[in-house]
T-cell receptor, first 113, second 116 residues
Framework: DAGVIQSPRHEVTEMGQEVTLRCKPI?????LFWYRQTMMRGLELLIY????????DSGMPEDRFSAKMPNASFSTLKIQPSEPRDSAVYFC???????????FGPGTRLTVL | AQSVTQLGSHVSVSEGALVLLRCNYS??????LFWYVQYPNQGLQLLLK??????LVKGINGFEAEFKKSETSFHLTKPSAHMSDAAEYFC??????????????FGKGITLSVRP
């Protein structure tokens, strides 16, 4: 199995631009999580999906952030417009319902100038 | 609401020395407990977990942790540190009442350094 796949691995953009991060979960996993990691705030859960349905988006920082999961094999996290304070590493993780054994992708390092 | 406390941000040990990383939790019910490890420039991976049963759980790479309800703790230990153990370690909790696919609450993480 290829594991959780995230793209791009690195993204550098300018303030105000739209950013789209992509995630392909492990086949057969029915839950997907988006996290953000920074030095200041640590690891934060942004949103998670069960069976492609958003369950909890209380961690999404503001309306500039949106996430979709159109099918079981793909999810996106979009930031529009991006701001320098959005600079972080964004992780996607998936789970098969095995009581929180989440499998993490390698992350996308986002830098907003 | 659940929370996790990992005191300190950095622990340094000598190669071959005992590793002890502390984790305390707050929860209205006995939670499920986890330790994840993050190596540089990688995502997190599960080290071990406690759900029910034996309170001493063994994980990968020689790590183990003991659930102590009276102390609300789940400290991670390894008898002898190896250079390859240098990483960031996260303790996490979840609410067993929420069922499978519920969310994890992570601590802030502790960076472990291993000196030659």
């Amino acid at each position: 199995d290829a594991g959780v796949i995230q793209s791009p691995r690195h993204e550098v953009t300018e303030m105000g631009q739209e950013v789209t991060l992509r995630c392909k979960p492990i086949s057969g996993h029915n839950s997907l999580f988006w996290y953000r990691q920074t030095m200041m705030r640590g690891l934060e859960l942004l949103i998670y999906f069960n069976n492609n349905v958003p369950i909890d988006d209380s961690g999404m920082p503001e309306d500039r952030f949106s996430a979709k999961m159109p099918n079981a094999s793909f999810s996106t996290l979009k930031i529009q417009p991006s701001e320098p304070r959005d600079s972080a590493v964004y992780f996607c993780a998936s789970e098969r319902g095995s009581y929180n054994e989440q499998f993490f992708g390698p992350g996308t390092r986002l830098t907003v100038l | 609401a659940q929370s996790v406390t990992q005191l300190g941000s950095h622990v340094s040990v000598s190669e071959g020395a005992l590793v002890l990383l502390r984790c305390n939790y707050s929860s209205s019910v006995p939670p499920y407990l986890f330790w994840y490890v993050q190596y540089p420039n990688q995502g997190l991976q599960l080290l071990l977990k406690y759900t029910t049963g034996a309170t001493l759980v063994k994980g990968i790479n020689g790590f183990e942790a003991e659930f102590k309800k009276s102390e609300t703790s789940f400290h991670l230990t390894k008898p002898s540190a190896h250079m390859s153990d240098a990483a960031e370690y996260f303790c996490a909790v979840s609410d067993p009442r929420a069922g499978a696919n519920s969310k994890l609450t992570f601590g802030k993480g502790i960076t472990l350094s291993v000196r030659p």
